[in-house]
């Protein structure tokens, strides 16, 4: 038998090497825009295959500058992490060891470590012990996992068997959920068969929470399967629902209830902000990201069900090659996949080389250095705090200081500050609207971060900042 090549793998290990220790020089943004990257990688479909190695040397020249470095620490845009030295080790491995994570027959080893992983979030997360899980490829396909789980359980509570007779003609199931619900909830229900059209929205109080007599009025109003979908930490301000008051409410009325914690529910983790989820092991489902908070590559997230005959039977196919050895556990039984990545291996890396301490240091620290970025900012007269973070989210607006400037100019300052910041390839944030007024989002969700990238950020902004007051002056 030949011996495999592996000139392939010695080159990427350089590049992925090179490219690490290279972020703090390189941009934080894409340098070239879609048109120079179809140049360099397009073209007709090659007709004669070329050696691994030349593949690779081709790739990694061809994709330069398009590649954010959103593993970077000054990377503040949406809610994206970084990823740990063992994580992308242990990704590393997954992909060399590709094995089909779908039965234990397949990998017992992705099998068992997925299994341990698993029971070590519950246990970290402070989430039923005895709920049943799912790896996922992020919190989208968690909601779908567990919404599919909630539709099983509240129809049979209504002699309905969604599996074998499907919704047509099934009793209708209300979904109540709040307007600041992510859009991923929207489409987990609609790839369920919840239009949108049929959700009942909960308007949020001064904090982002489901304001609560809207949701006691909703609930009165029906008394049919019901599902009622909260959050932990939504995307512009970290809101957390009112746990303790929301969800026996809705159990008073025999509802499923799901909780979002795409990045939130970590905050459970920390005796800081533990409190936040108060109440929150009160619901029926919950999903949270492996690839935000956790810091672990790409491709993970998890969904946790209390009702584990619900889960298995909405995911399960019990065809007759696939083994029932109780004493394993296949992971096809509780997601929605088949072939599937071994999900487990970088979330285990990572959970071993934090430790609950150190996770609970991550993301203690990543707060503080939320704040520290909004109040950096916050002290420049160019800039106004929107939201001071009580997680790790928060909300900044730039101000024309033009004597005559509005609520629009505001607007597109703020706008203007974010494009400029991003093409100075010092520091990445993304812009939200919220409660009608335009900001820049700062989330801070990454191992990686260290004070000193907060201050060059904080330098950075203030400078776009500044030059657009100098400018104002000249332009009143
Ligand atoms: C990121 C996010 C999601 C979606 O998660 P994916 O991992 O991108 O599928 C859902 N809800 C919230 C609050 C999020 O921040």
């Known amino acids: 038998m030949s011996e495999r090549s592996t000139v392939g793998l010695d080159l990427a ?8 220790s290279g972020l703090d020089e390189r941009s934080v943004a894409s340098t070239v825009d879609v048109t120079t990257l179809r140049d360099h990688l397009g073209g007709p479909v090659p007709e004669v295959g070329e050696e691994p190695a030349a593949v690779i040397e081709h790739m990694v020249a061809a994709i330069d500058g398009g590649i954010l470095g959103s593993t970077s620490g000054r990377f503040f845009a949406w809610v994206i992490g970084g990823s740990l030295e063992a994580a992308l080790a242990a990704d590393w491995l997954t992909s060399t060891w590709d094995q089909n994570a779908a039965l234990s027959p397949c990998s017992p080893a992705a099998a068992v470590v997925e299994e341990i992983a698993g029971a070590w979030l519950l246990d970290l997360l402070a989430l039923p012990r005895d709920a049943s899980f799912a790896f996922t490829t992020g919190c989208q396909m968690a909601h779908f996992t567990s919404l599919a789980a909630a539709r099983n359980a509240v129809l049979r ?12 003609g099934a009793p209708a199931v209300r979904v109540l959920t709040s307007t600041q619900r992510h859009g ?16 009942t929205t909960i308007e949020t109080n001064e904090f982002g929470q489901c304001d609560i007599e809207t949701l006691r009025n909703a609930l009165a109003g029906g008394n049919g399967p019901t599902i009622v979908i909260l959050k932990a930490g939504d995307i512009n301000i970290a809101a957390f629902d009112d746990f303790n008051r929301a969800i026996p409410l809705a159990k008073e009325h025999g509802a499923w209830v799901h909780v979002d914690g795409a990045f939130g529910l970590f905050a459970r983790i920390s005796s800081q902000y533990c409190s936040l989820t108060a109440g929150i092991e009160l619901a029926d489902s919950w999903v949270t990201d492996g690839h935000k908070w956790l810091n672990v590559p790409f491709d993970c997230g998890f969904a946790v069900i209390r009702d584990t005959r619900a889960h298995r039977e909405s995911m399960s196919i019990g065809a007759s090659y696939i083994s029932t050895d109780a004493a394993t556990r296949d992971q096809i039984d509780w997601n929605p996949e088949w072939s599937r990545r071994a999900r487990g291996f970088p979330v285990y890396a990572a959970l071993r080389q934090l430790g609950r301490g150190g996770l609970e240091d991550l993301i203690n620290r990543n707060c503080a250095q939320a ?106």
């Open 371 to 476: 704040c520290k970025l909004v109040d950096g900012i916050g002290e420049h007269s160019g800039a106004n705090v929107l939201w001071r973070p009580t997680l790790n989210q928060g909300l900044v607006r730039f101000l024309d200081t033009r004597p005559d400037a509005g609520a629009a100019d505001h607007d597109r300052r703020t706008e203007r500050i974010i494009q400029m910041v991003n093409a100075s390839g010092e520091a990445f944030f993304s812009g939200t609207t919220w409660r009608e007024r335009r900001a820049m989002r700062i989330s801070v969700v990454n191992a990686h971060t260290a004070d000193a990238d907060i201050h060059r950020s904080v330098v950075a902004v203030c400078e776009a900042v500044d030059h657009c007051i100098r400018e104002d002056a000249r332009n009143s």
């Open 13 to 20: 290990h350089r590049y992925a090497k090179e490219f690490l």
């Open 184 to 199: 991923s909830v929207d489409r987990a229900l609609r790839f369920l068969g919840f239009g949108s059209r049929h959700l």
């Open 157 to 168: 509570a209504h002699d309905w068997d969604v599996n074998l007779d499907g919704l047509q």
